[in-house]
């Protein structure tokens, strides 16, 4: 069992940046990885990473605007999100997945947390 806490959610205007932690309990060395879900869409895929931060995957919307890492020695992961449009606006949520294979597919992911909201205005 692996508890996940994502913190870090806010308000934030157009064009500005918003950094969102995900604290892993214990600590992960499987994929792990973040998705949003905006009021009546469906969860989609934002970015995922290996243990290392090595190999990393970016939705289409998140390439060249977000970012990804993990500090494994305390269990976290971050998701930087520049340049943020109101289309950015969800609750994204952290996910670790039970294998070290990075996808976006939302059913590899077993171990979820319970979303924090960002909102960016226009």
């Known amino acids: 069992q692996v508890l996940l806490v994502e913190s870090g959610g806010g308000l934030v205007q157009a064009g500005g940046s918003l950094r969102v932690s995900c604290t892993a309990s214990p600590r992960t060395f499987s994929a792990m990885g973040w998705f949003r879900q905006a009021p009546g869409k469906e969860r989609e895929f934002v970015a995922s990473s290996n243990w290392s931060g090595g190999s990393t995957l970016f939705a289409d919307s998140a390439k060249g605007r977000f970012t990804i890492s993990r500090d494994n020695y305390n269990g976290m992961m971050f998701l930087q999100m520049n340049s943020l449009k109101p289309e950015d606006t969800a609750v994204y949520y952290c996910?670790?997945?039970?294998?070290?294979?990075?996808?976006?597919?939302?059913?590899?992911?077993?171990?979820w947390g319970q979303g924090t909201q960002v909102t960016v205005s226009s």
């Open positions: 996910a670790a997945a039970k294998t070290a294979e990075i996808t976006g597919v939302v059913s590899n992911y077993f171990y």
